[in-house]
């Protein structure tokens, strides 16, 4: 898996239930033609992580069609993960 580019989006809740702050990722991401993961439209990964007295958790992730945001019903691997995790680092330090 190979990162193109992403952003990144505080959600705010309105109510105040929530701790903490929330912060969805939007990575656009290529696979090999042979991958399960691959798509000729565009993969994206969408990630939802929790961030609180300093602690960042991954609470889910999500594999999508660009052109029809469709979910793909499928679950990453230990690899995928960690390339995801350390471009959210290493590209918003800040969160």
């Known amino acids: 898996m190979k990162i193109v580019n992403g952003k990144v989006e505080e959600l705010v809740d309105p109510t105040g239930i929530i701790e ?14 042979d991958d399960e993961l691959f798509n000729e439209e565009g993969t994206g990964l969408r990630l939802l992580y929790s961030v609180k007295d300093g602690q960042r ?38 969160i």
């Open 20 to 33: 903490g702050q929330r912060f969805e990722f939007l990575l656009t991401v290529q696979f090999d033609e």
């Open 57 to 94: 958790k991954l609470l889910t992730y999500q594999f999508y069609e660009l052109s029809t945001e469709s979910v793909f019903d499928l679950e990453w691997d230990e690899d995928e993960q960690a390339t995801a995790e350390q471009y959210c680092i290493e590209h918003f330090p800040a």
